[in-house]
């Protein structure tokens, strides 16, 4: 009978129990769905940077990341990659050389970023493969060939078939050149990838650089999913540690990307509480006005022997009500709206004239959500649990009411 | 015959100060068991503050309060919960229901406090309500009833424990003549079947001719303490 007495009461001023579920509805609506989005552009983010640098989990030599110079590479990775790749959760490993050197052509000279990779796993991984705008991505066999950022190529006047020289200090620390012939142009939107950029398969980068057969300065584990990186951080670690090689996950190998979504994720904390503080002011307005409205009525309870339990329960599952139905609103609009973002995605093109980049990586203009459960659980346990904490107040007053002086 | 409801010097001070107002002076009084007692008085002569008193829903200044010949003064508010629950039952004269329940499920609601089964409890109800004279009125609520059918409800409410004493506070004050005769009838016939102890406040002669026994208030004092008379002047 508490229930019922519980339930009937919420329907009692049924318009202001309406406006509040509405309320709570929609601010855990907005809630899911910014949380969702934000979520989506750090899931697809993280991925594409991921897998155009070096993965979700990184090895290097253990002194590159303090002072990354092209002499402290990884001798031979090959018995190792092999070990990895078994391993559950892992999608593949790479491997890359990054270097500097400086790009010559007929018109001038600039300073570039050298990415060295193998270009039949680049293909199934980076997600540079797709932004080629002229021309064609490398392959295995290209030898020389090399493709560059469409900026760098503006400026050095380069086209597909065009020829540049690429000078750099190897291994030793002695000069070494190469010519190399522009197989493709990419374009990311980013002016740090597509002004400095310049990929080459891997094994003519090991001949500039002198570096041994399977030699490379990173080896990149690309993780089926992101969520098994401690794990496979885990696992990997006592290997690496026999071949003198040290572990990192991508956000010591990316720190300005994992600063931004950490400082971005921050303020939509913030944004966020700043919501759940006015949805549960209103699930607090609403509880009080109808504990005053009904004091007599709680007197008389009272007086006719109701323990203060059976009033505090009937209270919270008034509480209990009014959040639920609030959720399940929520839930439902926010959850659809989300799932159907994470689905179909949302084209942000027209909202911005240019290129979108975060921390030197493009971003995607078609933004997806990404919907998990335990951010629904989360919230979901926020608002109810927040709810029935807010109920203690007007419930005090409830079972503290003086019935004399009330039923007077 | 024994007492139900013993009070001895029980005094019962409203306000702080300069302010104080005396509502209760000095009250002794016995109610015996088995009694249809009425208790009238002019306004504020302390007729419901001792109600209050008598049913632990406030407490006495000074004096002492025996209900069943166990003192209720100092009982803690759990205790004294429980004893309205189980062993008095409180008729109001606004009603006072839950007018979210049903006729059945506010006058069930004391024994769903007692924790007694949903089936007992429907099946007693029913006939409650039916000796009551709501038969067939079971699942209406109360802004569904007449002023005298909400007052049946909050008497059957107020019995369906079957408790030692029934308290009611000018439980005809809100209803016409023929209503008020009708309630008194029902009231007077419960007292005569469950042996129940009935004490009510009023300030209807009528009413006080009904009861077996006439406590007399004036300016918190018992001024009359005996059989109904037909006139209040001379009691006084």
Same mark, same amino acid.
């Given at each position: 009978?508490?229930?019922?007495?519980?339930?009937?009461?919420?329907?009692?001023?049924?318009?202001?129990?309406?406006?509040?579920?509405?309320?709570?509805?929609?601010?855990?609506?907005?809630?899911?769905?910014?949380?969702?989005?934000?979520?989506?552009?750090?899931?697809?983010?993280?991925?594409?940077?991921?897998?155009?640098?070096?993965?979700?989990?990184?090895?290097?030599?253990?002194?590159?990341?303090?002072?990354? +110079?092209?002499?402290?590479?990884?001798?031979?990775?090959?018995?190792?990659?092999?070990?990895?790749?078994?391993?559950?959760?892992?999608?593949?490993?790479?491997?890359?050389?990054?270097?500097?050197?400086?790009?010559?052509?007929?018109?001038?000279?600039?300073?570039?970023?050298?990415?060295?990779?193998?270009?039949?796993?680049?293909? @199934?991984?980076?997600?540079?493969?797709?932004?080629?705008?002229?021309?064609?991505?490398?392959?295995?066999?290209?030898?020389?060939?090399?493709?560059?950022?469409?900026?760098?190529?503006?400026?050095?006047?380069?086209?597909?078939?065009?020829?540049?020289?690429?000078?750099?200090?190897?291994?030793?620390?002695?000069?070494?050149?190469?010519?190399?012939?522009? +197989?493709?142009?990419?374009?990311?939107?980013?002016?740090?990838?597509?002004?400095?950029?310049?990929?080459?398969?891997?094994?003519?980068?090991?001949?500039?650089?002198?570096?041994?057969?399977?030699?490379?300065?990173?080896?990149?584990?690309?993780?089926?999913?992101?969520?098994?990186?401690?794990?496979?951080?885990?696992?990997?670690?006592?290997?690496?540690?026999?071949?003198?090689?040290?572990?990192?996950?991508?956000?010591?190998?990316?720190?300005?990307?994992?600063?931004?979504?950490?400082?971005?994720?921050?303020?939509?904390?913030?944004?966020?509480?700043?919501?759940?503080?006015?949805?549960?002011?209103?699930?607090?307005?609403?509880?009080?006005?109808?504990?005053?409205?009904?004091?007599?009525?709680?007197?008389?309870? @009272?007086?006719?022997?109701?323990?203060?339990?059976?009033?505090? +329960?009937?209270?919270?599952?008034?509480?209990?009500?009014?959040?639920?139905?609030?959720?399940?609103?929520?839930?439902?609009?926010?959850?659809? +709206?989300?799932?159907?973002?994470?689905?179909?995605?949302?084209?942000?093109?027209?909202?911005?004239?240019?290129?979108?980049?975060?921390?030197?990586?493009?971003?995607?203009?078609?933004?997806?959500?990404?919907?998990?459960?335990?951010?629904?659980?989360?919230?979901?346990?926020?608002?109810?649990?927040?709810?029935?904490?807010?109920?203690?107040?007007?419930?005090?007053?409830?079972?503290?009411?003086?019935?004399?002086?009330?039923?007077? | 015959?024994?007492?139900?409801?013993?009070?001895?010097?029980?005094?019962?001070?409203?306000?702080?100060?300069?302010?104080?107002?005396?509502?209760?002076?000095?009250?002794?009084?016995?109610?015996?068991?088995?009694?249809?007692?009425?208790?009238?008085?002019?306004?504020?002569?302390?007729?419901?503050?001792?109600?209050?008193?008598?049913?632990?829903?406030?407490?006495?200044?000074?004096?002492?309060?025996?209900?069943?010949?166990?003192?209720?003064?100092?009982?803690?508010?759990?205790?004294?919960?429980?004893?309205?629950?189980?062993?008095?039952?409180?008729?109001?004269?606004?009603?006072?229901?839950?007018?979210?329940?049903?006729?059945?499920?506010?006058?069930?609601?004391?024994?769903?406090?007692?924790?007694?089964?949903?089936?007992?409890?429907?099946?007693?109800?029913?006939?409650?309500?039916?000796?009551?004279?709501?038969?067939?009125?079971?699942?209406?609520?109360?802004?569904?009833?007449?002023?005298?059918?909400?007052?049946?409800?909050?008497?059957?409410?107020?019995?369906?424990?079957?408790?030692?004493?029934?308290?009611?506070?000018?439980?005809?004050?809100?209803?016409?003549?023929?209503?008020?005769?009708?309630?008194?009838?029902?009231?007077?016939?419960?007292?005569?079947?469950?042996?129940?102890?009935?004490?009510?406040?009023?300030?209807?002669?009528?009413?006080?001719?009904?009861?077996?026994?006439?406590?007399?208030?004036?300016?918190?004092?018992?001024?009359?303490?005996?059989?109904?008379?037909?006139?209040?002047?001379?009691?006084?």
């Amino acid at each position: 009978m508490i229930v019922r007495l519980a339930w009937r009461s919420i329907w009692r001023n049924r318009r202001r129990t309406l406006i509040t579920v509405s309320s709570i509805g929609l601010g855990l609506t907005c809630a899911i769905f910014f949380i969702a989005m934000a979520d989506g552009v750090y899931v697809q983010l993280i991925n594409d940077a991921v897998r155009m640098q070096a993965g979700h989990v990184t090895l290097e030599h253990p002194e590159y990341r303090d002072a990354p +110079a092209i002499d402290l590479y990884l001798p031979d990775t090959r018995a190792l990659r092999t070990q990895i790749e078994k391993m559950i959760n892992v999608e593949r490993t790479k491997l890359l050389i990054l270097g500097q050197g400086v790009a010559k052509s007929g018109v001038g000279t600039v300073g570039v970023s050298v990415m060295g990779v193998e270009p039949s796993v680049e293909a @199934k991984t980076s997600p540079l493969v797709n932004n080629i705008i002229s021309g064609r991505y490398l392959e295995d066999t290209d030898g020389s060939l090399i493709v560059v950022g469409s900026k760098l190529a503006d400026r050095l006047h380069l086209k597909k078939g065009k020829k540049l020289v690429l000078t750099t200090n190897d291994v030793s620390g002695a000069l070494t050149e190469e010519l190399c012939r522009v +197989a493709g142009i990419f374009e990311t939107g980013v002016d740090e990838i597509d002004g400095y950029l310049i990929q080459a398969p891997i094994s003519f980068l090991r001949k500039l650089y002198g570096f041994p057969p399977g030699g490379a300065t990173q080896l990149g584990v690309v993780l089926k999913k992101a969520s098994a990186q401690r794990k496979v951080i885990k696992w990997i670690q006592p290997i690496a540690r026999e071949n003198s090689f040290s572990v990192y996950p991508w956000q010591n190998v990316m720190p300005e990307l994992a600063s931004y979504i950490k400082l971005d994720r921050g303020s939509n904390l913030i944004l966020q509480a700043i919501l759940l503080f006015l949805i549960l002011f209103t699930i607090f307005n609403t509880i009080s006005m109808s504990v005053l409205e009904r004091n007599k009525e709680f007197a008389v309870l @009272k007086a006719i022997g109701t323990q203060s339990f059976h009033m505090r +329960a009937q209270l919270i599952l008034e509480s209990v009500f009014i959040g639920l139905i609030g959720c399940f609103l929520g839930l439902l609009v926010g959850g659809l +709206a989300s799932y159907a973002l994470q689905i179909w995605g949302f084209d942000i093109t027209s909202l911005y004239s240019d290129e979108i980049s975060i921390s030197g990586f493009a971003v995607s203009p078609i933004i997806h959500a990404k919907l998990s459960g335990s951010m629904l659980f989360w919230l979901v346990g926020i608002v109810m649990g927040a709810t029935l904490l807010l109920s203690l107040i007007p419930m005090r007053r409830a079972t503290n009411v003086n019935i004399a002086e009330t039923l007077r | 015959m024994q007492s139900i409801v013993r009070l001895k010097g029980v005094t019962k001070d409203y306000g702080q100060g300069e302010v104080v107002v005396h509502a209760l002076r000095g009250v002794d009084l016995s109610i015996q068991t088995g009694d249809f007692a009425a208790m009238a008085g002019p306004s504020g002569s302390g007729k419901s503050t001792l109600l209050n008193i008598i049913g632990g829903l406030d407490g006495p200044s000074s004096g002492e309060v025996e209900v069943e010949g166990r003192s209720i003064i100092n009982l803690s508010g759990t205790k004294l919960s429980r004893l309205r629950r189980d062993r008095i039952g409180f008729i109001f004269q606004s009603y006072n229901l839950i007018p979210v329940l049903t006729a059945m499920e506010n006058a069930e609601y004391v024994l769903m406090l007692q924790g007694v089964p949903t089936a007992r409890r429907r099946e007693k109800v029913m006939a409650l309500l039916k000796e009551v004279g709501l038969e067939g009125l079971e699942n209406r609520f109360p802004r569904e009833l007449s002023g005298g059918q909400q007052q049946r409800v909050a008497i059957a409410r107020a019995i369906a424990s079957e408790p030692a004493l029934v308290l009611a506070d000018e439980p005809t004050a809100n209803v016409d003549s023929k209503t008020a005769a009708g309630l008194m009838d029902l009231m007077a016939q419960l007292n005569e079947e469950k042996g129940g102890t009935f004490l009510f406040s009023t300030h209807d002669q009528a009413v006080m001719k009904r009861a077996k026994s006439l406590l007399l208030l004036k300016d918190g004092r018992i001024v009359y303490n005996g059989a109904p008379v037909e006139n209040l002047d001379e009691a006084e």
